[in-house]
């Protein structure tokens, strides 16, 4: 037995001028009539609602609208804290509860690379980048002809 569905959204309008009007008749379609319609049986939930933005965006509403309302289903007082958590996590949204806990932890985060990136031989530090460019194969070698010219009696 196979499963047919089918969802629809209709949509019929119809404007009658009246007499002195500041509008021409052209400024309006005297008759609108839209009709989408798309197979139900497989639609997952995301779907549906890409589905219904389309009717929105067709009978006129603003995208800005749209995205409103599709957030005020997530984030109202009916519903439970945690779930609304989770979508945050899920999109990765910041609650405004969450806002000063999250600050702090930017201060954190801040400091400690500051705290890092300080130079940790403070008054050697002009004598510590002109050594900096070498490698430790290079200042062994120097390390080496340095205790070789004392030996000679050069240094």
């Given at each position: 037995?196979?499963?047919n569905a089918e969802?629809q959204f209709k ?9 002195g009007?500041s509008f021409?008749?052209d400024?309006?379609?005297p ?5 989408i319609?798309?197979p139900?049986?497989d ?5 549906y609602?890409?589905l219904?933005e389309k009717f929105?965006?067709?009978?006129g509403?603003?995208?800005k609208?749209?995205?409103s309302?599709?957030m005020?289903?997530v984030f ?7 779930e ?7 999109y990765?949204?910041t ?5 000063e806990?999250?600050y ?5 985060r801040?400091a400690h ?5 300080e ?6 530090w ?7 460019k070498?490698?430790?194969?290079q200042?062994g070698e120097m390390?080496?002809m340095?205790?070789?010219?004392k030996?000679?009696?050069?240094a």
């Amino acid at each position: 037995m196979t499963y047919n569905a089918e969802v629809q959204f209709k949509f019929d309008a119809t404007w009658t001028p009246t007499y002195g009007s500041s509008f021409s008749d052209d400024d309006f379609i005297p008759e609108e009539h839209y009709l989408i319609t798309a197979p139900a049986a497989d639609l997952n939930c995301k779907q549906y609602f890409k589905l219904f933005e389309k009717f929105m965006l067709c009978v006129g509403m603003s995208p800005k609208s749209i995205r409103s309302g599709a957030m005020s289903l997530v984030f109202n007082d009916m519903v439970l804290e945690e779930e609304q958590r989770k979508v945050c996590d899920e999109y990765e949204l910041t609650m405004d509860e969450d806002l000063e806990k999250k600050y702090q932890d930017f201060k954190e985060r801040d400091a400690h690379w500051a705290e890092l990136s300080e130079p940790k031989i403070k008054g050697d530090w002009g004598r510590f980048q002109r050594f900096a460019k070498y490698t430790d194969e290079q200042l062994g070698e120097m390390i080496d002809m340095y205790e070789q010219s004392k030996l000679n009696g050069v240094a």
